[in-house]
């Protein structure tokens, strides 16, 4: 029985430098892949080739035994991306924002209340996403990551802006992800407390 | 997530949400918006005035003021098309969602049309009036400008994918727009100042109608390939 999400000879070059060679790296349905290294380890890199935005040199990605880059569309229905650019209009309110997002993956909006509630947006929802707070604009990453459908979770830095509060509800969010039977990757140079199975990949 | 499993939007649902989405935020800051049309009435205004009132020169430069005027308002505005998107991230997620690039590079030249090509057709029949040309001439000017905003837009969104990586990319995309956007200019320049003379228009805008419909076809795709260059 192969793994959900299988990695294979993963090679990646950034100009002449060589970010790593020969990566390999399997995750099932349940567990946490955490990317840990230094600033400039490729980090990003690795999960920005995950996701199909870069290409690989070599190797290849199987999402449920069939090409991630090749089967795009499959793969990236059941992917949510969150990285350093929070990807929302700022000129938009909160609800245009995630409104937006229901165009372009599966969301279930019957969980909109419930969810604003929990990351304490509920009262934001009218109001356009420049006059939040960076941590807030971060909360809405999260809000749009839990209205999607998307069993594998792509997380760059997590924890950037977020307060104490913040980081144990994302610790917290990724844990129930995972007991349902969901999947995250998730590049930090912070070490995560979280029970849950962790795979490591180290890169230097 | 485990559970039932939601329904993937279809792609009209991705199409209406990117037109929507770009509507939206035009309609926040106007000024964007505003800027292409106030040049292109500017260049069409003034134009004459520096001339000199003569009706015969006015009728016979007319048709190429407004065109060249129009093609630079174009330009102007394509250079934004994919920049906040690159900048916020949010080109990220458009390329990692569950809906074709094609799709939503088209749903991007279309909005930019709407917000940028329309208002321009729109108000060249006012500007005609500014170079006396005759009424006749009015209908064929708005359908060829028409097809040639819609080109440009499309064709556009190339170089601006090509481009959107790049720090201050206005010069190139422009350089690799011209030639593409020449035929539109030399065609509808002509035609236009065909129908002034009254003479046959039918040729020029079945040419660009049909560079219209070859650019529909082949640009968004051309622009979801560039766009993966320029994300990397």
């Known amino acids: 029985m192969t793994a959900l999400l299988q990695a294979d000879d993963l090679t990646l070059f950034r100009g002449d430098r060589c970010l790593f060679q020969g990566l390999r790296f399997a995750l099932d349905a349940g567990e946490l892949l955490w990317i840990e290294g230094p600033n400039g380890s490729g980090k990003t890199s690795l999960l920005r080739a995950m996701a199909g935005l870069i290409e690989l040199e070599t190797g290849n990605i199987m999402w449920n035994g069939t090409n991630a880059i090749r089967h795009r569309q499959r793969f990236h229905g059941n992917l949510a991306w969150m990285a350093h650019k929070i990807g ?40 356009p996403l420049r006059s939040l707070s960076a ?70 | 997530m485990s559970g039932q499993q939601a329904e993937l939007p279809d792609l009209w649902q991705g199409l ?27 260049v069409s205004t003034l134009f004459p005035l520096a001339t000199g009132p003569s009706q015969e020169q006015l009728q016979l430069n007319g048709p190429g003021v407004l065109w060249v005027a129009a093609l630079l308002a174009a330009l102007l505005s394509l250079n934004s098309l994919f920049l906040s998107d690159y900048e916020d991230g949010s080109l990220d997620q458009l390329m990692l969602s569950a809906q074709p690039l094609p799709l939503l590079a088209f749903g991007k030249s279309f909005s930019h049309w709407l917000v940028g090509g329309l208002p321009l057709v729109l108000v060249s029949p006012l500007l005609a009036l500014t170079f006396q ?40 995309l422009s350089l690799l727009i011209l030639p593409l956007a020449m035929p539109v200019l030399i065609f509808g320049a002509r035609t236009v100042a065909l129908a002034a003379t009254d003479d046959a228009v039918a040729a020029g805008v079945y040419f660009l109608a049909a560079y219209c419909m070859l650019a529909l076809a082949l640009a968004p795709f051309a622009t979801a390939a560039a766009l993966k260059i320029s994300n990397e």
């Open chain 1, 88 to 127: 929302l209009k700022g000129d938009l309110t909160l609800l245009d924002n995630l409104r937006f997002e229901s165009g372009l993956r599966a969301t279930d909006w019957s969980r909109l209340d419930a969810i604003l509630k929990r990351l304490s947006l509920s009262k934001l929802t009218a109001l």
């Open chain 1, 135 to 204: 941590g807030q604009q971060r909360r809405v990453t999260l809000a749009r990551m839990l209205l999607a459908d998307a069993s594998l979770w792509l997380m760059d830095e997590p924890f950037t802006n977020l307060d104490t509060a913040g980081r144990d509800l994302v610790t917290k969010i990724v844990v129930e992800h995972l007991a349902a039977g969901g999947m995250a990757v998730v590049a930090s140079h912070q070490a995560m407390q979280i029970d849950a199975p962790v795979r490591r990949v180290l890169l230097t």
């Open chain 2, 16 to 42: 209406a949400a990117i037109v929507r989405r770009d509507l939206l935020l035009a309609w926040r800051r106007p000024g964007d918006v505003l800027n292409p049309l106030f040049f292109f009435a500017m």
């Open chain 2, 133 to 172: 040309l005759p009424a006749r001439t009015v209908g064929v000017m708005m359908l060829t400008l028409t097809f040639g905003t819609i080109s440009l837009s499309l064709l556009g969104s190339i170089g601006a994918a090509l481009t959107v990586g790049l720090n201050r990319g206005t010069a190139l």
